[in-house]
């Protein structure tokens, strides 16, 4: 695996279990940065109680969310209930990604077949008669060859393994960039996540206990124009969509405070070659809308996991084998972005055009009438389009 992301680390975890030989390549040190994804769905808390897992994994720091809501000018209304959702996991658990890195690797760890490689990143491909056979990586003391008879590229929407391979995803575009930044919690606030749009944007507050983590949407490619009006203009914009952060937008005072998140929504046509496959990020960017990422790059690792451990145990994955990952994965991948670019083109769109007041759509007045239909996005969203199962252990 390149990469320790949730789909490198849980395969990594998988095929361990299965009594497989597994080399995890890792370019950072460790896990400790502001990833963008902290959310972990239904589907994944599941897959920890599969595994034997659940009570170590709900022992972590986190934070639980059972409903989601959306704050216009005329209003709050929930648009997503999760505690409709059957099984034991009725929410969303907000968990630092640094954590479920760390308790992943660990978990791995206990098995004898697991190797993680930290401060070593991949450099090149080894190939054998047109088929790729392991990778070259730069190691903290030289240069590492790591041959094995399957490579998985899981080193996210940036990924070294595609770039190497030459392969090109398919654009489709997003109408906005965020901003990632913090500001301090007050227990007068409220808890779980705030959704707040407005005119020219929308702001998320994510409660993570003694902060809120946000995203400040804006236009796509227009980083240097939210610079150019100046920090005390986009401090007024932030307490516009949420006016209980008023007083605290002052501690944003250099744009180092503020980092921009390039949004891309994208999918390789093909996602394997003769001897290499690309799951998670690496193959298909999602857009931040429904924080679905994890999900869908845990529930790739877990499809390939129960579809390639037998190949793997023989030696010798043929493109075949890999055909069978992708033609698992492709319905809920391509599924789930269709949905995201619509909500993207309709309600975030329609948003950043905007210059007066927000009025919340019809469609969320009538799910305040029918609250059993709030249930519908608490499934596309915690479950998936197709959710994947863990395969049995080795004995």
């Given amino acids: 695996?390149?990469?320790?992301?949730?789909?490198?680390?849980?395969?990594?975890?998988?095929?361990?279990?299965?009594?497989?030989?597994?080399?995890?390549?890792?370019?950072?040190?460790?896990?400790?940065?502001?990833?963008?994804?902290?959310?972990?769905?239904?589907?994944?808390?599941t897959l920890m109680d599969e595994l034997g897992l659940g009570d170590r994994f709900q022992a972590l720091p986190h934070r639980k969310v059972r409903e989601l809501r959306l704050t216009f000018d005329d209003g709050t209304f929930r648009v997503v209930d999760f505690g409709r959702l059957p099984g034991r996991h009725p929410y969303l658990m907000f968990l630092p990604q640094w954590d479920f890195l760390e308790f992943l690797a660990a978990e791995a760890a206990r098995w004898p077949g697991f190797t993680l490689l930290r401060a070593t990143p991949a450099v090149g491909l080894l190939r054998t008669g047109?088929?790729?056979?392991?990778?070259?990586?730069?190691?903290?003391d030289g240069e590492v060859e790591v041959r094995a008879p399957l490579t998985v590229a899981t080193d996210g929407r940036h990924s070294t393994v595609r770039a190497l391979l030459g392969a090109r995803p398919r654009e489709f575009g997003a109408p906005m960039d965020v901003l990632w930044f913090r500001l301090p919690r007050e227990p007068a606030d409220g808890a779980g996540v705030q959704m707040r749009p407005s005119a020219g944007g929308l702001l998320a507050a994510i409660d993570r206990g003694g902060y809120w983590q946000l995203a400040y949407v804006i236009p796509k490619g227009g980083y240097e124009a939210v610079r150019a009006a100046g920090l005390p203009a986009l401090r007024a914009?932030?307490?516009?969509?949420?006016?209980?952060?008023?007083?605290?937008?002052?501690?944003?005072?250099?744009?180092?405070?503020?980092?921009?998140?390039?949004?891309?929504?994208?999918?390789?046509?093909?996602?394997?070659?003769d001897g290499v496959l690309l799951i998670g990020d690496a193959a298909h960017a999602m857009s931040p809308v429904g924080g679905v990422g994890i999900n869908l790059a845990v529930q790739d690792?877990?499809?390939?996991?129960?579809l390639l451990t037998g190949?793997?145990?023989?030696?010798?994955?043929?493109?075949?084998?890999?055909?069978?990952?992708?033609?698992?994965?492709?319905?809920?991948?391509?599924?789930?972005?269709?949905?995201?670019?619509?909500?993207?083109r309709v309600l975030i769109g329609r948003l950043l055009r905007a210059r007066g007041p927000i009025r919340a759509p019809l469609p969320l007045h009538l799910l305040q009438r029918l609250?059993?239909?709030?249930?519908?996005?608490?499934?596309?969203?915690?479950?998936?389009?197709?959710?994947?199962?863990?395969?049995?252990?080795?004995?």
Avoid at 1 to 30: Q, S, T, Y
Avoid at 301 to 306: H, K, L, S
Avoid at 314 to 337: I, M, N
């Fill in 1 to 45: 695996m390149v990469g320790a992301g949730p789909a490198g680390m849980v395969l990594a975890l998988l095929l361990a279990r299965a009594g497989l030989r597994v080399v995890v390549l890792e370019k950072h040190e460790d896990f400790l940065r502001d990833f963008r994804g902290d959310t972990i769905h239904p589907s994944t808390a």
């Fill in 130 to 140: 047109g088929r790729v056979t392991g990778v070259r990586a730069a190691g903290p």
């Fill in 237 to 273: 914009s932030i307490e516009r969509h949420a006016p209980f952060l008023a007083g605290r937008t002052e501690q944003l005072r250099d744009w180092d405070d503020l980092p921009m998140l390039s949004v891309q929504v994208d999918r390789l046509r093909r996602w394997y070659a």
């Fill in 301 to 306: 690792a877990v499809a390939a996991a129960r």
């Fill in 311 to 344: 190949p793997l145990r023989t030696g010798r994955v043929t493109p075949a084998d890999l055909r069978r990952v992708q033609r698992r994965r492709w319905y809920p991948t391509a599924g789930t972005q269709l949905m995201q670019r619509a909500a993207q």
């Fill in 371 to 395: 609250p059993a239909l709030q249930g519908l996005p608490a499934r596309v969203i915690g479950t998936g389009l197709r959710p994947e199962h863990a395969p049995p252990a080795m004995p």
